[in-house]
């Protein structure tokens, strides 16, 4: 499964530079840069094909937090339409998912800070922007086989 990634700002997408590095990954722009109603629609149907292209067997658990885009009923359809069964974190609860920060989320960051200090070698002196996440993100996420 691959990720959504959420610019912030008003631009559209077909203007943001650094995308063409990796067009596998689903992107939005929010002007808070936080996900809503109609992002979290688009990851959900994207994560439903995933499931699809994996040959994955429903119903599956997609944890969320009790923020409002990810609790709203066209969601709860879609998934309940889909095999998908929405488990809602309580608030304050995300501190449950520790162990992942531990062995998940810490390789992710492991391997994203070993592809921006290889930008950086490779690019010294320039500055590190928002359009070159998602190159440097993608080299992370082939060091990790996702």
């Known amino acids: 499964m691959l990720p959504l990634i959420i610019f912030p700002g008003q631009q559209q997408l077909r203007k943001m530079s650094g995308i063409e ?3 596998e990954v689903l992107y939005d722009v929010m002007p808070s840069g936080w996900m809503d109603t109609k992002s979290f629609q688009r990851f959900l149907v ?4 995933s499931l699809d292209h994996h040959l994955m067997l429903c119903p599956v658990i997609l944890f ?3 923020y409002t885009a990810h609790v709203m009923r066209e969601a709860a359809v879609f998934c309940s339409e889909n095999g998908i069964i929405l488990h809602t974190l309580l608030s304050h609860a995300t501190f449950l998912l520790q162990p992942w920060d531990v062995t998940i989320f810490s390789q992710v960051k492991t391997a994203w800070s070993m592809a921006v200090n290889k930008w950086m070698h490779v690019n010294k002196g320039e500055v590190l922007k928002k359009s070159h996440f998602p190159g ?10 996702l």
């Open 21 to 23: 590095k990796f067009p």
């Open 46 to 49: 994207s994560f439903n094909k």
């Open 64 to 66: 969320i937090d009790g």
């Open 136 to 145: 440097i993100f993608h080299e992370a996420c082939q060091e990790l086989k």
